[in-house]
């Protein structure tokens, strides 16, 4: 079991402090915009994952991100983070099976996927608008087995849309550039 509370309220931050000229600015996942639509729609999704709710927010896959951003989402995305954090704190809801997004799938790893969406989300926002995002090793270690290609996946490999293949990192990289390469995002520190 990890605390999502760090990872949910620095994006949070990284959140509130967009900017509406912010919002078409491209990101490996799309649009800040889409982005923020993205993390508003899975945080709610996720914390209702957490409490084995079985309803349209778990049963469905993610609903489209192309709309607009609700009025108040400055304040409802950090809202719905912080009660993404709030639900996974409950021991039991690393237990047993869940669903998220019409899958089934056991509690610890949906609570690590949940995890890996906003450290890499958040990351996301922060580099397409010139923010800083710097994530603990112990996040890291949390992530590193969901951005890991599976054995037998080519490096090259898309891995099913859910990331984009792997891109070098140089020896020494920072462990979250590590990371970023893994999932297919760039790392902050350029390859070789």
């Known amino acids: 079991m990890i605390d999502l509370t760090p990872t949910t309220d620095r994006t949070a931050a ?15 996942a799309g649009t800040v915009q889409q982005v923020l639509n993205h993390l508003l729609g899975l945080a709610i999704a996720f914390r209702d994952a957490a409490a084995k709710l ?3 927010t778990t049963s469905t896959p993610p609903a489209p991100v192309d709309d607009p951003l609700p009025d108040d989402w400055r304040e409802q995305v950090p809202a719905a983070l ?3 954090a709030a639900a996974w704190r409950d021991p039991a ?5 869940t669903r998220a997004g019409g899958v089934d799938l056991p509690g610890e790893v949906a609570g690590l996927v949940a995890l890996d969406e906003v450290l890499l989300h958040g990351h996301d926002l922060a580099a397409a608008t010139g923010q800083a995002y710097e994530p603990t090793d112990a996040e890291c270690d949390a992530v590193l087995p969901i951005v890991s290609p599976s054995e037998g996946v080519p490096d090259g490999s898309d891995r099913g849309g859910l990331f984009g293949p792997v891109v070098a ?4 990289a920072a462990y979250f550039d590590r990371v970023l390469g893994l999932s297919g995002r760039t790392p902050r520190t350029p390859p070789p």
């Not at 990192?169 to 020494?172: F, L």
């Open 14 to 28: 990284v959140a509130t402090a967009v900017g509406d000229e912010h919002l078409d600015r491209p990101t490996p």
């Open 54 to 56: 079985d309803g349209p």
């Open 82 to 84: 912080a009660g993404l």
């Open 93 to 97: 809801s690393w237990t047993g099976m």
């Open 169 to 172: 990192v140089p020896d020494g």
